[in-house]
DNA sequence: CATTTTTCATTTGTCAGACATTTAAACGTC
DNA sequence: GACGTTTAAATGTCTGACAAATGAAAAATG
């Protein structure tokens, strides 16, 4: 029933049970290959495909030379965005999800920083989100462009929280969308609409006010929903379009 | 300045890329290894290092055979949860991100969830909140054991928005707190209290209540956060307790 | 003695070749 | 046609070798 998993992978797994129970402390030097071949009885080979499998996962680092070998990674917020945007990326695309769900997931989750972001927010995150909005209001810029602002207001609002749980798990559902957003043609009367929220919801956030701000959110939920049912309807008529 | 990544790791982000824009199919299949090192100009062994990289996010598997090979692998919600279990667990430990803050996160997230879950939870949904509610009141149930139920619970509740990304990104913020909530002891008295406002957030769920789900979620996140706090004073006192 | 240079041992990165194992397709045999 | 056998192709594993990087020890130098 159970297919057996190569060595390479039973090593991985056995070192990275070691790390997350924290057997291995972070910084600390794993046995040079040589040493682990001896010890789990395989080639060099096979330890080097377990390393590069927890490699790929920013548990480890390697570094070469004589006091060289392999260390146990500190995984930090900004390493940890890349993989969770790129796994929601795909995870939206191999498994089409379609756009009401992905928006109402990321509107959700959106909606649950407001409140703090309304608390806390610095002053600088205000200013990054009037320089979106501002950049966003110009004519002549493309939709990618457009979009590419457009997620870097809402990780600013989501930033405000003050959270970094917050904005690593919502850094996935913001961006991983945009390719999906990127589908939409903006209209230069639905950007106006949009940049006029954002205005809005820059303001509540200056004004401390957690209930406006949520208002105001659902708000863009519902017309983002609007616009992507539209893009919605025009693929029903080319539904291999590569 | 810039250290020239690994050959092994080049390749792989070639690959990735390729699979992520879509010039890969889902369940196509590469290259062998012996044609990817003519391709590449590298040895199989370097080939096989990538290869195993990319395995490790789960974006190809490999067969072994006469028609097997390395296939661009169906990313499933179910294959993401547990990297991204991993990966939240050893980012709160490793950045020694304090159980107010996890748990602020958790209940934010959590709360979004609540008012789609009182709309479209199933029956199953709330059969599994009651039962690991009557797990949850058995007597000599070790804290490890009520834990683990608790996350069941909470993954039930928001299972229950029947929104599948909305429960990917929340199952690391539920899950990967865990081994926080683990270090609370929990009294029969701390026992009761949950189990009662778990007992009410199921009914509350069973009327539809969104309103009322939502205000016990929040009672709930300050008692939790009470017990926290309690656990953090203790551990003052005890700053390497390994 | 202090400083600079050289040597050297250690470790990872890469390569080449071999054999084992698995798997499905091709081939014979009945 | 059904059933076993062979065979080819592919991954999995092992061995041994060399290249490259790197810090530390040793040696040379002033």
Redesign the interface.
């Known amino acids: 029933m159970k297919n057996a998993p190569d060595l390479?992978?039973q090593i991985?797994k056995s070192i990275?049970d070691a790390?997350?129970s924290?057997d291995l402390d972070?910084g600390e030097r794993l046995p040079s290959e040589a040493e682990l071949s001896d010890q789990f009885d395989v080639s060099r080979?096979t330890v080097?495909?377990?390393l590069?499998?927890?490699?790929?996962?920013s548990?480890i680092r390697t570094q070469r030379g004589a006091t060289g070998g392999a260390f146990v990674n500190?995984?930090?917020?900004e390493d940890?965005y890349g993989?969770?945007i790129?796994?929601?990326?795909?995870?939206?695309?191999?498994?089409a999800?379609d756009f009401t769900?992905?928006c109402?997931?990321?509107f959700?989750?959106e909606?649950?920083?407001a409140p703090?972001s309304a608390q806390r927010r610095s002053a600088d995150h205000l200013a990054t989100m009037r320089a979106e909005i501002t950049r966003q209001a110009q004519p002549g810029l493309s939709d990618e462009s457009f979009c590419a602002s457009d997620v870097a207001f809402h990780r600013a609002l989501v930033d405000g929280?003050g959270?970094?749980?917050?904005s690593?798990?919502?850094a996935?559902?913001v961006e991983a969308i945009e390719p999906l957003m990127n589908m939409i043609t903006f209209t230069a009367r639905s950007r106006d609409r949009i940049v006029g929220l954002h205005t809005r919801i820059a303001d509540a956030l200056e004004a401390r006010d957690a209930d406006q701000t949520v208002a105001l959110l659902d708000t863009l939920a519902d017309y983002t929903a609007e616009l992507g049912q539209s893009v919605a309807a025009k693929r029903k008529d080319t539904p291999k379009g590569?």
Chains 1, 2 share one sequence.
């Open positions: 390479s992978a991985a990275r790390i997350v924290g972070v080979s080097r495909e377990a590069k499998r927890l490699a790929a996962q548990l500190k995984l930090r917020f940890a993989q969770q790129t796994t929601s990326a795909l995870l939206l695309s191999m498994n999800v769900t992905a109402e997931a990321r959700a989750l909606r649950a920083c703090l929280a959270n970094p749980v917050l690593y798990q919502l996935g559902a590569n």
